[in-house]
């Protein structure tokens, strides 16, 4: 008889080891795929629950006063545990604690098979959005009432454990015999539902709806592409009265949807562009709706005129927003057919081929890898697509999954079974006969500065998220070099008696040994990486050594240098640039036994196009190198970044252009009919000039439009700035740092929580973090970026989960962070976003208008603070319905002659210029009204 028993525990804090105790415990027990019995108790453990855990749990220290003690009720507790497999969320913690008591009162320790619900989630939903109990359970709509309650927590688990047990029971043969495969180095004991799955399947084989296999994997089948027939559509004024005007198709489709002149009024505007040639800059404000002005016209245009339309997003979010959310909405709007493709990098696909040929490979795989496959064997049973950005993978699993994306394959043989089931060759296709595609800004730039060609040929874009372009341009256009991926590379060849790709081809082909000389091949291995590791040691040494007393950092904490003679001492410079000579010798040796097995090859077009791939890619890092470190180059600024507490080769090198302008100029504007540029951040002192020039536009041929938000900001904000704070410019750091935090505590209290608080520097953010620590209370939950574990968009969800919580962010939180309605009612901004000015990026560029006899501060710093500004501002109101302030630390903004540039540049808000005492007693007033 099957029998699990499902187990949640409630207790003081996170370790048994460190005197932490049970407080509340419920067990559900399921026999033959049916609940059958429940138990709850309080326990009593003997110390007092501290104030956070009462917040989760709604458990106070009067619940469990009159508790039994755990000793009290274990020969209870005991005998649900004498045959039957024992299952939690986060099953390692409720069976440490378990022990622990157990022990502790002189009783052995269970020594039942478990399995952990989060480890079989992550194999049998890897789509989920996240594998916290309860987004799990929204997921699979299970109903969650008491949330950190033990009965309820071990009930919800119990009903999503019975259904993943009925999915795992739907999963075709190939994918159970090839997760049997990867069971013994799961932390869960699977062996059992898996092979009595198996030997169900082997009695009554069935050919699951939809799935395919080959060569022992079993996934979806991508539907075949079908063309669209053109239509017959009415004029477009006629096309926008049946979806914007009253009565029309918007307001049927979406109940609540209210008219939004500007919204209109932008699509009409790219409607212009398109039919006069002309290229448009449009500042859209939030709340504008800009996705659905831009797609309608571009999908009208595309449609009439039967030419494809790009549209490119520099975030994969706003992605995943167009395809299922806008295009759908979209479908319904519109009275007439047309297809829309996404097409991302090769990097963004699985390979099948390489995913076959990586899934033997077991041993030495640490659990992240064996995790990483089982989540992908399932995946495929359901993914359409093979975009790896549908699964959220283990941390570990991103380094494997390079292993088997599709630009780890090189080129693919067009005759090969494996071109024909490629994902990415799928989506290149649906793309090829599209109306419209939708990417991003790296793929555009790839395709601009590059030979190989991914986009199918268009005239006319969209891009959206445009403030990016430039940045995203100019590190395409440039060069990046690191340790870890240039011997990633190297491992994958691997030598004559590895296990990697030259080993394996040894075998296969024996004649190799005679006719290359692989002791060679090998020598020159092991004295490249050698080289390499030396190498960049040697570099992490000098920069960490030059920086003891001044440290530039970037925004992920890392240590910044430039890579100029100039910077460097004669004789480490020299003896850098021995280094990279001798590496790329090596490296020109290698290229050479490359050419001599292509000639060996004989007709395996298979094996000459990987070794040709191979050594196309060893020559990159050659001419990276070269570029780099040996060729002078004035028209590109060149600098290296380190991770101080990392390993000590974690070194980048990169180089970017100075200036972009004249090539996207060249290869962009010049050569398209019609690029429409959006954002909501596109002008200072409403002006375009600024991005006219960083990007190379000409005036004469572009249309410009301001189109503002429909929030009432007035009512909506008030923007308070302090009069008192210490002047950090006097080196008063600490001072300011400490006044800053006190002002965030105070404001906190007004809002309770439910604040972002951004910085300019991660050096500011850090010592922040610790210094908040040290003075709140603990009723505050503080979530740092780079601090706290997890992806922006994770720290994100965890800053929306709690009541109580204020985040701290830096660069990348600017902007893309969308926290609607009362999870964010107040923002900080600790000081106006200068970049600082002996950042590499922003050195070269000011040197490059000093010699052009142009003041980088008002042609550059100024223009790009402010951009930053208006990115920072937006992310307090995002709906008509929010509400909140803006305390903004530095007093430049009204104290400076430039001041006023920003402020003109925002919303018309009500500001308040006061002492912080003042400030705090007017947003208490205003915050409760």
Known sequence: MERYIVVDLETTGHSPKAGDKIIEI???VIEENEITETFSSFIQPGRVIPSFITKLTNITNDDVKQAPTFKEIEKEIKSFFHEGIFIAHNVKFDFEFLNAELVMNGNERLKNAAIDTVELARILYPMAPGFKLGQLAEYVHLEHQNPHRALSDAYVTAKLFLLMKKKLNQLPVETINNLLKLEPFLRSDLFGLLQKQKQVLRQNPRKSEGITSFHGLAFREVEEIKTNSTSNISSYGDFLDNIYEQGGHLEKTLPKYEKRIGQRQ????IYDAFKEHKHALIEAGTGTGKSLAYLLPAIYEAVVQEERIVVSTFTTQLQAQLMEEDIPLVMKL???PFQVALLKGKQHYISLEKFENELEDVEGNHYGEILTKAMILVWLTETKTGDIDEIQLPSSGYSFYRKISTEAEGTIDPT??????????????KARIADLIITNHALLCTDLFHDTKHLPSYQKAVIDEAHHLEETASRHYGLQLDYMHTVFLLNQIGTSDGKKWLSKVLMENPIFTQRVSIQKWDSLFIQVKSDLDELFRYIYQYVLDKNKYNKTLSDIGRLQFELVEEK???NHWDFLKEMVARITMSITEMTFLFEQMLLNSYGDSHLHDKIKQYQERIENIKDKLTRLFLIEDSTQFKWIEIETFGAKNAVYVFSEPKEIASALQERLFNKKASIIMTSATLTTKNSFSFMEKRLGLKEEHTLKNQIASPFDYRSQVQLLIPNDFPDIRQQNQDEFLYATCEAILSLADITRGRMLVLFTSYDMLRKSYYLLKEMMAEEYILIAQGIT??????????????????LLGTNSFWEGIDIPGESLSSLVIVRLPFQPPNHPVYKAKTELLESNGKNPFFHFALPHAIIRFKQGFGRLIRSKEDRGIIFVCDARLRKSRY?????????NVPIHF???????RFAKNWFQK
């Open 914 to 920: 006061d002492t912080t005492n003042h400030l705090m």
């Open 789 to 806: 574990s997890g992806s922006r968009m994770r720290l994100k969800k965890k800053f929306q989960t709690f009541e109580k919580a204020i």
């Open 266 to 269: 932008m699509s009409e505007i």
């Open 416 to 429: 090969s079974p494996w071109f024909r089931i490629s994902y990415y060759q799928k989506a290149k296709e």
């Open 334 to 336: 519109i009275p007439f």
């Open 899 to 907: 001041g006023s540039q920003f402020i003109n540049s925002i919303p």
């Open 568 to 570: 460097w001492e004669s």
């Open 26 to 28: 419920g067990i559900v």
